[in-house]
T-cell receptor, first 109, second 114 residues
Framework: GQNIDQPTEMTATEGAIVQINCTYQ??????LFWYQQHAGEAPTFLSY??LDGLEEKGRFSSFLSRSKGYSYLLLKELQMKDSASYLC??????????WGAGTKLIIKP | TAGITQAPTSQILAAGRSMTLRCTQD?????MYWYRQDLGLGLRLIHY???????GKGEVPDGYSVSRANTDDFPLTLASAVPSQTSVYFC?????????????FGPGTRLTVL
């Protein structure tokens, strides 16, 4: 079966750095996506990785290791507005997205 | 640009009744999707359409039907609602289905079936 694993919840302090991990087992791999979803709102796109390595985009970076079936999202200089759920999704061999349940990130002052 | 709109925003529906959730995009995207999101579970694909005139079944299609008569609209119909269909429904679209094609989401419809 196909499986995406993420921690259910994480807590971090404003101004700090947090790393949200995602491990996956899917039938085929055609890219990994990270989305942000604030409570009661729609998911919005953050990043895309298809090759191994780190993709940096401002305060957010995403890393991929295809051999390990592993990715992480790194958030720097945390702000209160970063309190949200972060969703990991893998595009499988049928080019459909398989979604993790999401990691709820709580930022404390 | 509106992007993707969904209607209604929320609805309470009696079990056994039918209902159509509407989804319209103005980005001229080829592909469209319907997901449901339940607490503790990831987004689950109900149906999809890679291009106007074609549809396909996702992970949880039972009890739902879709049509794609044109590029912009992708309605989702529940023929006879059951309480297990209580969920938040998201419509999404993407330019295509390969490479870096990103899915863009509508605001969602919160459906309660009693």
């Amino acid at each position: 079966g196909q499986n995406i694993d993420q921690p259910t919840e994480m807590t971090a302090t404003e101004g700090a750095i947090v790393q949200i991990n995602c491990t996956y087992q899917t039938s085929g791999f055609n890219g990994l996506f990270w989305y942000q979803q604030h409570a009661g709102e729609a998911p919005t796109f953050l990043s895309y990785n298809v090759l191994d390595g780190l993709e940096e985009k401002g305060r957010f970076s995403s890393f991929l290791s295809r051999s390990k079936g592993y990715s992480y999202l790194l958030l720097k200089e945390l702000q209160m507005k970063d309190s949200a759920s972060y969703l990991c999704a893998v595009r499988d061999s049928n080019y459909q997205l398989i979604w993790g349940a999401g990691t709820k990130l709580i930022i404390k002052p | 640009t509106a992007g993707i709109t969904q209607a209604p925003t929320s609805q309470i529906l009696a079990a056994g009744r039918s209902m159509t959730l509407r989804c319209t995009q103005d980005m001229r995207h080829n592909a469209m999707y319907w997901y449901r999101q339940d607490l503790g579970l990831g987004l689950r694909l109900i149906h999809y359409s890679n291009t106007a005139g074609t549809t396909g079944k996702g992970e949880v299609p039972d009890g739902y039907s879709v049509s794609r008569a044109n590029t912009d609209d992708f309605p989702l119909t529940l023929a006879s609602a059951v309480p297990s269909q209580t969920s938040v429904y998201f419509c999404a679209s993407s330019p295509g289905t390969s490479g870096t094609d990103t899915q863009y989401f509508g605001p969602g419809t919160r459906l309660t079936v009693l």
